[in-house]
């Protein structure tokens, strides 16, 4: 157990609707890391937040936005879902910013969307 | 962050020693290599990382050669449940804070 919650674990929806994905970090971590991967494909950082500010986008569409909140838990939003949008979504937490710990991610099991 | 090069996949028999090789022949003096796995869609988890010195945990070795332009991760006595992807990740301190995770060297651990 890597002490990262994420949830649902799974969500099936259709086309055009939008979905929220929750993640809360480990216990004392700042950071939260969201990644996307598509089937067969690597993982993408799509952003970081650090202790509730936006640090660092990726690969992240327009569609799709995150936020931190004060209790340091992170929601992901996907809207006007594509069926290109179906993947498994991970987040991460690490330690302090600036120092190796940031470095040493820890992962939750993942949502897996499906859009039908 | 300095580019890693791995074999894309390996196989290994169950009970044997798994020896993984990354290349990372720009790497600089103060980056560091990390390794990662993820079973299959499961979260990526972390293994090990180390600077120049060899290092050991409980679940691998780290062997980086004096140079540094290369590392091996080793798990000792591979097990079906050591079947996944491993990454090597070069990476600072400062700088970015995302993790760049390639395609990894699928390893395969035969019964």
């Known amino acids: 157990d890597s002490g990262v919650t994420q949830t649902p674990k799974h969500l099936i929806t259709a086309t055009g609707q939008r979905v929220t994905l929750r993640c809360s970090p480990r216990?004392?971590?700042?950071?939260v890391y969201w990644y996307q991967q598509s089937l067969d494909q690597g993982l993408q950082f799509l952003i970081h937040?650090?202790?509730?500010?936006?640090?660092a986008k990726g690969n992240i569409l327009e569609r799709f936005s995150a936020q931190q909140f004060p209790d340091l838990h992170s929601e992901l939003n996907l809207s006007s879902l594509e069926l290109g949008d179906s993947a498994l979504y991970f987040c991460?937490?690490?330690?302090?910013?600036?120092?190796?710990?940031?470095?040493?991610?820890?992962f939750g099991a993942g949502t897996r969307l499906s859009v039908l | 962050d300095a580019k890693t090069t791995q074999p894309p996949s390996m196989d290994c028999a169950e009970g044997r020693a798994a020896n993984l090789p990354c290349n990372h022949s720009t790497i600089s003096g103060n980056e560091y290599v990390y390794w990662y796995r993820q079973i299959h869609s499961q979260g990526p988890q972390y293994i090990i990382h180390?600077?120049?010195n060899n290092e050991t945990n409980e679940m691998a070795s780290l062997i980086i050669t004096e140079d540094r332009k290369s590392s091996t991760l080793i798990l000792p006595h591979a097990t079906l449940r050591d079947t996944a992807v491993y990454y090597c990740i070069v990476r600072v301190a400062a700088g970015a804070n995302n993790l760049f995770f390639g395609t990894g060297t699928r390893l395969t651990v035969i019964p």
């Open positions: 216990s004392g971590d700042l950071s």
């Open positions: 180390g600077l120049k």
């Open positions: 937040y650090y202790n509730g500010e936006e640090r």
């Open positions: 991460a937490s690490s330690g302090p910013l600036g120092t190796l710990a940031k470095n040493i991610q820890y």
